[in-house]
Every structure is written in structure tokens, then in C-alpha cells.
């Protein structure tokens, strides 16, 4: 369980504070909207109303004392840029800021956020990715050019092993686990499995490879 301060309550604020919830984290809420302050009250630990740009407002709040701060301010950017360099100044351990275009995403990483989420770029590139591509049924990016991709296995790997493919040599990837045709997650991967028609394959590393490999 961790302790997280929820700084904007908008459509992608009040999901996450669901999800938050549902997941057992102790939650303050904070919004300039008493009506979103309100609507979050049953899901959090905390709530209130108040101006994250007033720096003796946010003092009060004890920032260093959150595992994460979430700024999640959707349509007023210089709220949320000056929101998120406050927090980062007090010593907050972890800032996670939300961005709503490149720029604002270059802008927040120079002020100091430690996470960039950009909903609407991450949902476009997976919605793109799984819904015209066969082969791919999910994707998740990892820092450095590095993502776990869940694909088919190619006709030309079936009935091969691991081993007989020299998978991590030739393409540069890890497969970290197969899911059979039934939904079963098989994580004893070693050299000598071999890849059956129906499996999915959650492989490991750096995008460029994955996409050559699989032929994306």
C-alpha cells in the first residue's frame, strides 16, 4: 500500500482515484472544484478544496511525506507546471505529471517530473498497434526503447525450441513467458521449449527488435 496525493480531479483524475481505491492505496484528493471534491470523497482517504499553485497551500499538505504525487491537472497548464515544480522543490520522492501534448511532456521533464503520462498519445500508439496488427494483442513500454510485447508465434517457430531458434542471439530478445491457447500463463520458460500453433508469447526487449523480428 502506498501513500499517493492526487493532485486534479477530471475524467482522468477521478479514474484514477477509482482504481486507486481499488487497489488499496491511501489516497488525498485535491481540486480547485468543491463538486469534484465532493464526488471523490467516498473513494479517498482525504480530500480537499484548494489552489495547488498557492505554495503555502501545498506546504500544509506535508508533500514530502506522499509515496507519489500525482499532478493530473488536465486543462490549465501553467497550474500543472507550476503545481509539479513545487512539489518536486519540497522534496516530494516520486512526481508523477500528466501532459496533454509533446511540448507540454518536453516542458514538465525539464521541470523535474519524474513520470510523464500522456493518455491520449499511450491509448492512440496501443489502439493503433493491437487493432491493425494480427499478430499483437498488447504492448508495454519500458524506459530506453525497451517493451514487453504480446504476440503469435510465428508459423516459422512452431514445433522449435528455444534453443534450435538461438532466439536471444539472433533477435536480441528474452521470452519471458508463453500463454497457451486456453489463457494458461507458462513462466518455466527454458531452452528446450518448444512453441506449439495457438501459443502467445510475451517477449522482452528493445522495440526496434521486436518489431523486425515479428515483422511489424
Known amino acids: 500500500m502506498k501513500s499517493v496525493l492526487l493532485i486534479g480531479l477530471g475524467r482522468f483524475g477521478m479514474n484514477l482515484v477509482h482504481k486507486l481505491n481499488e487497489l488499496g492505496h491511501e489516497v488525498m484528493a485535491i481540486d480547485i472544484n468543491e463538486e469534484r471534491v465532493n464526488d471523490a470523497l467516498p473513494f479517498v482517504t482525504n480530500a480537499q478544496i484548494g489552489d495547488t499553485t498557492d505554495r503555502e497551500f501545498l506546504e500544509s499538505l506535508g ?3 506522499f509515496d507519489i504525487v500525482i499532478v493530473a491537472i488536465a486543462h490549465d497548464f501553467e497550474s ?3 503545481t509539479t515544480n513545487t512539489v518536486k522543490e ?4 516520486k512526481v508523477i ?7 507540454q511532456e ?34 508495454f513500454e519500458l524506459s530506453d526503447g ?3 510485447y504480446e504476440v503469435s508465434v510465428p508459423d516459422s517457430w512452431q514445433n522449435k525450441s528455444i534453443l534450435e ?21 507458462n513462466v518455466m520458460v527454458g531452452s528446450e521449449t518448444k512453441f506449439v500453433k495457438g501459443q502467445r508469447l ?15
Open 63 to 65: 508533500v514530502r511525506n
Open 80 to 82: 500543472a507546471m507550476i
Open 90 to 93: 519540497m522534496g516530494a520522492p
Open 97 to 103: 505529471s500528466r501532459a496533454c501534448s509533446d511540448i
Open 106 to 139: 518536453k516542458l514538465l521533464k525539464k521541470i523535474g517530473a519524474d513520470i510523464i503520462v500522456y493518455p491520449e498519445k499511450q491509448v492512440a500508439h496501443w489502439t493503433a498497434l493491437r487493432y491493425t496488427l494480427d499478430t499483437v494483442f498488447d504492448y
Open 146 to 148: 525497451f517493451a514487453i
Open 165 to 185: 531458434l538461438n532466439i536471444r542471439k539472433k533477435y536480441h530478445l528474452n521470452i519471458l513467458a508463453i500463454k497457451e491457447a486456453d489463457g494458461r500463463l
Open 202 to 216: 510475451l517477449v522482452l526487449g528493445k522495440t526496434e527488435d521486436i518489431r523486425k523480428c515479428f515483422k511489424m
